[in-house]
Each structure stands twice: as C-alpha cells, then as structure tokens.
C-alpha cells in the first residue's frame, strides 16, 4: 500500500477506536449520572472533534456504512473502501478491548448492565428485530445523507465537522431509548465481541441495517446536490479540502485578496 493510504487507514482505526472508547464509555461509566442525554451529546463531540482532527488525513469516516455511502458516491475506490472497513472494524474491536480492560482492572460497575451494547428487548424500547431493523436503517440514513451533502464541494466549507456530529447528537437522542443507537457497524461490533450472549447473536442487525440504510442515503444524495463528489481520482484544488474539516486558503483573516483585474 501507498503511503497515503497507510496514513489514513491508521488514522481511521485510531478514530474509531477513540469513538468507541470515549463515546461508549460515558455510557458504561458515567449514563447514571450524565444521563441518555449526556451520552448522546458524548457521541457528538467525540466525532465532530474528529471531523476536525483526522478530516483532513482520512475523511473522518470511523464508520463503515460512511465508507459504503462515499464509495457509493465514488468519493473512494474500492481498495480503499476495504482498508478503511479493516482499520475501522479492528479500531472499534481495540476501543472496546481498552473499555473492558478499564471496566475490569479498575473493578468499575457497567451502568449499561450490557456493555454499552446494541439490542432489542429486555427492556430496550423495540422488541423485535424488525423494528430495531428499521430504526436503524432511518438513523443510518440520515447521518450518511448528512456527511455526503456536506462533504460536496458547493457545501459551506470549515462547517462539516460541526453538521456531521451534531446529525449523529441528534441521532442518538431519538435512539438511545430505542436501542442503544448503533448507525455504525464497528460500534456495535467491538462491544458484542466482549459482552457476548444475545448482544452478539443479535449484532447482525447491527451490521446490516447501517449498511442498507447508507446505501439509500447514497443514492438519494445526488437528487440533492448540484456538484457531484469529487472522484477518488481527482484532483482536488489545494484551497478545498473534501472533507469541508478545514479552512479554504483566502478565508482565513490578514490573507491578501486577489488583485482586481484592470479593464
């Protein structure tokens, strides 16, 4: 593999592992006292803190229904989509590894009582899969149609990170209840390897659902823009990053405007 994509194949499976620690661990730690709330907001700024740090390396995915929409969207080959899916699936297995290593060395009590798993049931809002299935699918749909709208290039550039983790705030505010919220496969992976019983039987909905639910939002996306994603093989102006993370050369302040051009 090229250099590049070495960088951002480490820098989405050090995303993703921090997503899952950070986030799913003030649910396990800390959701008697923060409450869904708080860890619906921990999800948020976890990913638009990322948005911002690794945006500019990887695109930010840590998550592989993000990658299928981008792909879809050919924001990305097919070769990288696979070792993105790699480093973000091992990033959410360490991140959960760290969690339990945490949970069991420091003798801390799960508030969860599962993990910080995803499930259905057992005192969850939904009680089937159908239903869990569904959910997840309009959750998923949601986050992957925000990060290909704003990550077009007619978006407002420097203003994606903030779009995409208040979209995944939200996401979890209507799901927690429901859920758990999974709309990201690694998530719910890592934590089921480790907490096993019916979270790791049912963390196939899990898997599937995002993964269906990215693929609706990523042909429904183009209806919605009027500049297509820039192809995996374009070349992008050096003062437009695609991830819309940064801030276009000239926008930021005591840099020279162009010269008016004399008639």
């Known amino acids: 593999m090229s250099p590049a994509i070495v960088r951002k194949a480490i820098a989405e499976f050090v995303g993703t592992a921090i997503l899952v620690f950070f986030a799913v661990g003030s649910a396990i730690f800390g ?3 923060i409450g869904p709330v708080g860890v619906a907001f921990a999800f948020g700024f976890v990913l638009l803190a990322l948005a911002y740090a690794i945006g500019p390396v990887s695109g930010c995915h840590v998550n592989p229904a993000v990658t299928l929409g981008v792909l879809i969207a050919k924001g990305i080959s097919l070769t990288e989509a696979g070792v993105y899916w790699a480093a973000q699936l091992l990033g959410g297995i360490v991140g959960a590894a760290l969690l339990k290593a945490v949970a069991s060395l420091g003798d801390v009590t799960d508030q969860t009582g599962g993990f910080g798993t995803n499930n259905w049931g057992d005192g969850a809002g ?16 949601l986050l992957v149609l925000v990060v290909l709208l704003v990550t077009a290039q007619q978006a407002a550039p420097g203003f994606a990170g903030l779009a995409i983790g208040l979209s995944l705030t939200v996401i979890h ?10 709309v990201n496969p690694a998530r719910s992976l890592g934590p089921a390897l480790f907490n096993g019983g019916d979270s790791l039987t049912h963390v196939w909905v899990f898997i599937l659902a995002p993964l269906v639910g990215a693929g609706i939002a990523a ?7 009027t500049t297509p994603m820039p192809a995996a093989d374009q070349n992008i102006p050096a003062d437009r990053d695609p991830t819309g993370a940064d801030v276009p050369a000239g926008r930021n302040k005591g840099t020279a405007r162009p010269a008016k051009r004399r008639r």
């Open 219 to 225: 042909a429904l996306a183009p209806l919605l823009t």
């Open 31 to 33: 959701i008697d006292v």
């Open 126 to 141: 939904i009680a089937n899969a159908g239903g869990t299935f569904l959910l997840e699918v309009i959750l998923t749909f």
């Open 173 to 182: 505010l209507v799901g927690i209840p429901l859920d758990g919220t999974s």
